[in-house]
């Protein structure tokens, strides 16, 4: 299989699964071990970037809201609380990273992960369906979104959206539409963060050398027109379904990598 071709799926795999509850960077992981060769950190985080462009422009109009009309109320909570999951996530990030966490390249924890956040998933659902539901994001949700995306980033597999959207509707109460919101909104100054670490740190290491930048730029549009596709399905289907199918795909997949796949 040529390169160019290699890098495309790579794209439209993580442009399908970066805001899927299924996890993007396990995906990756899982398509580089079944032979679409393995890619750099700055190739996995900018690709993301580029599905993260994608929900900026379907957010656009929301994002805008709050950028300009800021001093309302409404907006200036939520703004504010975006901002503080976004620390919280910067801040234990640069925490674990100082602790040298390093994601894992084998397969077995990326397979035990999601069949954990598949049952974790179902449980999440039982419980919210139990509770009362709410359209407000409280301070508990703020955290709660802020401290699920660093779990997500050190444990591949987790799902960086199934943990935020999960945490929100299990910690606040959010509806799924509200806790989908917040959890995508606050991914996106995120992934924007960590594509540019990632790059700067290439550029200024001397690495930049030896990055296919080619590559990334077509890895970058490819996840980012598969991923406005697969939020624009996602954002029309939780409008009334819950996340049970993706919940029983985790786990089937997570049990037929243990099962089949070497070294699994």
Request: charged share 10%; hydrophobic share 60%; net charge neutral.
């Amino acid at each position: 299989m040529s390169d160019f071709l290699q890098v495309i799926l790579l794209g439209i795999v993580e442009g399908i699964t970066e805001f899927l509850p299924i996890s993007s960077t396990g995906h990756l992981l899982i398509a580089e071990s079944l032979g679409l060769g393995a890619r750099s950190d700055v190739f996995n985080v900018v690709i993301q970037a580029g599905a993260i462009l994608a929900v900026t422009i379907i957010y656009w109009s929301r994002i805008w809201e709050l950028l300009t009309n800021f001093r309302k109320p409404d907006n200036k909570d939520y703004a504010i609380k975006l901002a503080v999951a976004f620390l919280i996530t910067a801040v234990l990030g640069i925490v674990i990273k100082h602790f040298g966490a390093k994601l894992p390249e084998t397969i077995q924890p990326v397979a035990w992960a999601l069949i954990i956040g598949g049952f974790w998933i179902l449980a999440a659902e039982w419980f919210a369906a139990r509770r009362p539901e709410t359209d407000q994001i409280f301070w508990s949700v703020a955290i709660a979104v802020g401290v699920a995306q660093i779990v997500a980033a050190i444990f591949p597999g987790t799902s960086r959206s199934a943990a935020t959207i999960f945490a929100a509707m299990v910690i606040g109460g959010a509806n799924r539409v509200v806790a989908t919101e917040f959890a995508f909104l606050v991914g996106i100054p995120t992934m924007y963060a960590a594509s540019a670490k990632l790059a700067w740190d290439a550029l200024k290491g001397g690495n930049a050398q030896v990055e296919n930048w080619g590559d990334i730029a077509l890895g970058f549009v490819v996840s980012a027109v598969v991923a406005f596709v697969a939020v624009k399905w996602l954002l029309h289907y939780i409008q009334s379904h819950r996340f049970t199918l993706f919940a029983v795909y985790r786990i089937l997949l997570g049990a037929a990598l243990l099962l089949f796949l070497p070294g699994a």
